[in-house]
């Protein structure tokens, strides 16, 4: 039955894939296309297609190896999590300072690779390495993350660490590291008047870091009051409102839709969600939302059929920050929250969140086939 529902899994992440590579080549064209493979990695329909097997590839690469081997170990020096956090902080701080800027930040760093370069955002690899760090260490505290000032205070301190690299330049992941990390200490037993007396801190470092960036602010104004910046910042969301509402039900046909020529600038990234809208309908939508829908319910089967707490607490930090970041998308797309740069899972043009989310669905797999087997609780320490 685990193998089964491993199998299962990979098979709804794949779909999801395979969906993106489709949809952002379909929202990638332009009137001006020509097709140059000398230019081949300018081209995000291409990049995404270029990207899709090699997700698969490191997806199935992650799911052979152990999910015990993110595990803490007695030797800290020997835990490969803890350097990967490390290193992405690093990253973010090299990234502050000597990163391209892009759409007025500096997120990316860029690797040359001859003719090519490529992007790789930090902020990524930090995302995932907290919801990793933060399960195994949940997980060796045990009932003692109860202890306010030894275990559950000096645990949220190194997480407000990490988020306040990530908030440099990118808000809304950290907000998100936020979140999901709440949820996951939720999960893992932590007191409730614990969490709430971080909330008076955890405001005041909100509202620094809205008002220590205007475009926030606006973006934030213009959610609240739709009648204004009709032409700037709420521009986008009702460029998608309209390609959604012009797909109808059946849509105008895959690689029909017009908006996405300059109407929606963010169209194979953040807003592909309203090119699936345009050009496959309601129909497209509803079955892009199913299968996140599906992925949630098979992912909190296996956190349900674990019997190891890392494992467990593992499979529910990967399911919840894949589930809520793809609600969150849809949430903006849709005009329910206010803009922000999440992308859709698995969807939306992106190499460094397509490969690392695909490396957590391959723990993921990992521990849906062992996860509920004996041989799961010995220590490969």
């Not at 493979?37 to 590839?57: D, K, N």
């Not at 801190?201 to 620094?208: D, E, L, M, R, S």
């Not at 992308?343 to 939306?348: A, E, H, I």
Request: contains cysteine; proline residues 4%.
């Amino acid at each position: 039955m685990s193998s089964r529902l491993s199998n299962v899994i990979a098979m709804v992440v794949l779909f999801l894939m395979a969906a993106g590579a489709v949809m952002v080549f379909s929202a990638g064209a332009n009137v001006g296309y020509e097709f140059d493979l000398r230019r081949f990695y300018e081209f995000p329909g291409l990049r995404q297609i270029a990207f899709f097997p090699i997700a698969v590839a490191v997806m199935f690469l992650a799911s052979a190896a152990s999910y015990r081997f993110w595990n803490l170990r007695s030797r800290w020096y020997a835990w490969p999590t803890l350097w990967l956090l490390v290193i992405a902080g690093v990253l973010l701080i090299v990234a502050h300072f000597k990163g391209p800027e892009v759409n007025g930040a500096r997120r990316w760093l860029r690797i040359p690779l001859g003719p090519a370069s490529i992007s790789f955002q930090p902020s990524e690899l930090a995302k995932w390495m907290t919801i990793f760090f933060l399960a195994a260490v949940c997980a060796k505290i045990g009932p003692d993350i109860r202890r306010y000032w030894t275990r559950f205070l000096p645990l949220c301190s190194a997480l407000g660490l990490i988020c306040g690299l990530v908030v440099l330049e990118d808000f809304g992941t950290a907000t998100f590291i936020a979140l999901i990390s709440f949820i996951l200490l939720a999960v893992a037993g932590v007191r409730w008047w614990h969490v709430l007396t971080l909330v008076p801190p955890a405001a005041v470092g909100f509202i620094a870091a809205l008002f220590a960036s205007p475009h926030r602010m606006k973006r934030l104004e213009a959610f609240f009051h739709p009648d204004r910046m009709v032409d700037s910042v709420r521009y986008q969301v009702n460029q998608s409102l309209v390609a959604i509402g012009s797909g109808g039900v059946w849509g105008k046909g895959l690689g029909q839709g017009t908006c996405k020529y300059g109407h929606v600038p963010e169209d194979t990234t953040d807003f592909i969600f309203s090119i699936v809208g345009e050009e496959l309908g309601l129909i497209g939508t509803l079955g892009i939302i199913a299968l996140f829908v599906l992925f949630l319910f098979l992912g909190m089967a296996v956190v349900m059929r674990c019997r190891d707490r890392f494992g467990r607490l593992l499979a529910a930090g990967i399911v919840l920050a894949i589930g809520i970041q793809a609600a969150i998308n849809i949430a903006v797309v849709t005009d329910i929250g206010p803009t922000k740069g999440i992308p859709l899972p698995f969807v939306s043009a992106g190499g460094t969140s397509m490969l690392i989310s695909a490396a957590a669905v391959g723990v993921l797999l990992n521990i849906a086939a062992h996860g509920s087997s004996d041989d799961s609780l010995v220590s490969h320490d």
